[in-house]
């Protein structure tokens, strides 16, 4: 098990709701990084943060939102739920450098939007 | 833009047998490859990484994997599969100097008995 905790495990929102998830990142690290994974699909970069400021964001429309902390913690916050946005969301942590190190992945929040 | 293919949707092998994943990428300029293994309604773990030098990279459980530049490749391997090992495997790509990871869309790995 790495030491990337993410809550809640699952939710269950409607559609034009708001919803905030929330990541621990493992001891040492100081970037963190969202990921989006659909049913069926690999995992898609949605942003990533490091010193508490965006540092990289993939092709989500900016209702996909998040924070970063000083311990290094993250939120991931998505306005106006789609139904297309239920899906598995996993955070990852590692160090930052030239890009050669490995991010460890919390086990996500499941997320559904009726 | 930065690309991984993963060709087969799932890979059927027995216990004992050796067992390949394949993956191919696309990435400017020297690539950093990773490979993670995700099991039912779990996280990522991450199994091993090609980062430079040696083109046999050996990882956790035993896993191993290729790099071949020429063909823009790096294979999973294990030389005798255990039923443990199936799950659902990603390959990944992160470009140099860059900081997302892209990921194939997966490899389904069943080892039977």
């Known amino acids: 098990e790495t030491g990337v905790t993410q809550s809640p495990t699952h939710l269950i929102k409607t559609r034009g709701q708001q919803v905030t998830l929330r990541c621990s990142s493992q001891?040492?690290?100081?970037?963190v990084s969202w990921y989006q994974q659909a049913l069926g699909q690999g995992p898609q970069f949605i942003f990533q943060?490091?010193?508490?400021?965006?540092?990289g964001r993939g092709n989500f429309p900016p209702r996909f939102s998040g924070l970063q902390f000083p311990n290094y913690s993250s939120e991931l916050n998505v306005n106006a739920l789609e139904l297309d946005d239920s899906a598995l969301y996993l955070c990852?942590?590692?160090?930052?450098?030239?890009?050669?190190?490995?991010?460890?992945f919390g086990q996500g929040t499941r997320l559904t939007v009726v | 833009a930065q690309s991984v293919a993963q060709p087969e949707d799932q890979v059927n092998v027995a216990e004992g047998n050796p067992l390949t994943v394949k993956c191919t990428y696309s990435?400017?300029?020297?690539?950093?490859l990773f490979w993670y293994v995700q099991y039912p309604n779990r996280g990522l773990q991450f199994l091993l990484k090609?980062?430079?030098?040696?083109?046999l990279v050996k990882g956790s459980y035993g896993f191993e994997a290729e790099f071949n530049k020429s063909q823009t490749s790096f294979h999973l391997k294990k030389p005798s599969a255990l039923v443990s090992d199936s799950a659902l495997y990603f390959c990944?790509?992160?470009?140099?100097?860059?900081?997302?990871?892209?990921f194939g869309t997966g490899t389904q790995l069943k080892v039977e008995l």
């Open positions: 990852a942590s590692s160090l930052a450098g030239t890009g050669s190190t490995e991010a460890f």
């Open positions: 090609y980062i430079t030098g040696d083109n």
């Open positions: 990944a790509v992160r470009g140099g100097g860059g900081n997302k990871l892209t």
């Open positions: 001891s040492g690290h100081n970037t």
């Open positions: 943060y490091y010193r508490e400021e965006e540092n």
């Open positions: 990435v400017s300029g020297n690539p950093y």
